[in-house]
């Protein structure tokens, strides 16, 4: 999954302004205690994060 690929999905999910914040201060245990932001900058696939965000999120099956 490319990077374009997942913020168009998280901003479908969340919407535009609430996907940045969802990014920068929820924390998923499914990525180590980290945030969506820290997952992508220490180097994270996309794919996994989004897998991630799915796991603890109600997203529609057509994103998923």
């Known amino acids: 999954m490319r990077l374009t690929d ?3 999905r ?4 969340f919407g535009e302004a609430y ?11 499914e ?3 980290r945030t969506v ?3 992508l900058a220490g180097g994270i696939s ?9 796991q603890v999120e109600d997203v529609e099956p057509k994103l998923r």
């Open 6 to 8: 997942f913020w168009s």
């Open 10 to 13: 998280m901003h479908r999910h």
């Open 19 to 29: 996907a940045e914040s969802w990014a920068k201060d929820y924390v998923l245990a």
């Open 31 to 33: 990525l180590g205690g």
């Open 37 to 39: 932001e820290q997952a």
């Open 46 to 54: 996309a794919k996994r994060v989004w897998h991630a965000v799915c």
